[in-house]
């Protein structure tokens, strides 16, 4: 079958626009981006360890059964969670029946996109659950009565390159009693906050745990500027 030069030259114009533009941030995504990043990664207890799932569409919330059926999963021993928390840049869902789990595996996370899921029984109690670079955080609770099961909120977006944005979570939210709320602060240049904080495992720091400190040394004998840190309380 053959077309006319017009319909041709209609069919492939999108694609000229494309490559006319192709420098551009949008294209670039578009062109580059892999189908494996629109999966959601989600994580779960098992009992003995850590179930690590890929799923390409959304699971109901806890619902294990269903998301060993759909999704790629595997299980990670308990013993061999990374002590340094995850950096995970893409969307994460995280389903909690025991705080084991953000104890050992997401505190002082590098989390961009997080969903926790409350899937327990027994209210869980205050506690505060440190994330780096956190923008969008839903909270499902599946506790019986809760008056506010689904919240979403989104955090301030921040020039990565002058600021080391922390997120301080409230892991009792994850009951649902009350509205999901948020406020920000302009905290002190990542050295002296570290002063106070020095559990506290940064981006850039090393993940052993035996030279802490050279790492925070050999940044500043580097002359880069000191980060400004930006503190933002979930709660």
């Given at each position: 079958?053959?077309?006319?030069?017009?319909?041709?030259?209609s069919?492939l114009?999108?694609w000229?626009?494309?490559?006319?533009f192709?420098?551009?941030?949008d294209c670039?995504?578009?062109l580059?981006?892999?189908?494996?990043?629109e999966?959601?990664?989600l994580l779960?207890d098992s009992?003995?360890?850590?179930?690590?799932c890929?799923?390409?569409?959304?699971?109901?919330?806890?619902?294990?059964?269903?998301?060993?059926?759909?999704?790629?999963?595997?299980s990670?021993?308990?013993s061999?969670?990374?002590?340094?928390g995850?950096?995970?840049?893409?969307?994460?869902?995280v389903?909690?029946r025991e705080?084991?789990?953000?104890?050992?595996?997401l505190?002082?996370?590098?989390v961009?996109h997080?969903?926790?899921s409350?899937c327990?029984?027994k209210?869980?109690?205050?506690?505060?659950?440190?994330?780096?670079?956190l923008?969008?955080?839903r909270?499902?609770s599946a506790?019986p009565?809760?008056?506010?099961p689904?919240?979403?909120?989104?955090?301030?977006?921040?020039d990565?390159?002058s600021?080391?944005?922390m997120s301080?979570v409230?892991?009792?939210?994850l009951?649902?009693?009350?509205?999901l709320?948020?406020?920000?602060?302009v905290g002190?240049?990542?050295?002296?906050?570290s002063?106070?904080f020095?559990?506290?495992v940064?981006p850039?720091?090393?993940?052993?745990?035996?030279?802490p400190?050279?790492?925070l040394?050999?940044?500043?004998?580097?002359s880069?500027?000191?980060?400004q840190?930006?503190?933002t309380?979930?709660?």
């Amino acid at each position: 079958m053959e077309m006319s030069p017009n319909t041709a030259c209609s069919a492939l114009l999108p694609w000229s626009l494309c490559l006319m533009f192709v420098l551009t941030s949008d294209c670039q995504t578009m062109l580059s981006a892999p189908s494996e990043a629109e999966n959601t990664t989600l994580l779960f207890d098992s009992g003995s360890g850590l179930r690590n799932c890929s799923c390409s569409a959304p699971i109901q919330d806890c619902d294990e059964a269903l998301a060993n059926s759909w999704c790629r999963c595997h299980s990670v021993p308990r013993s061999a969670l990374p002590r340094s928390g995850l950096r995970q840049p893409g969307s994460l869902t995280v389903w909690v029946r025991e705080l084991w789990v953000l104890e050992e595996l997401l505190n002082n996370s590098v989390v961009v996109h997080l969903q926790l899921s409350f899937c327990g029984v027994k209210p869980l109690q205050s506690q505060q659950l440190v994330l780096l670079g956190l923008q969008t955080l839903r909270v499902h609770s599946a506790a019986p009565g809760a008056p506010y099961p689904n919240q979403e909120i989104r955090v301030s977006e921040l020039d990565s390159s002058s600021s080391l944005h922390m997120s301080f979570v409230d892991v009792g939210v994850l009951n649902g009693l009350s509205a999901l709320k948020a406020y920000s602060v302009v905290g002190p240049p990542l050295d002296t906050f570290s002063h106070f904080f020095p559990h506290l495992v940064f981006p850039f720091t090393q993940t052993s745990s035996d030279a802490p400190d050279d790492a925070l040394e050999s940044r500043e004998n580097a002359s880069e500027p000191l980060q400004q840190t930006f503190i933002t309380f979930v709660y």
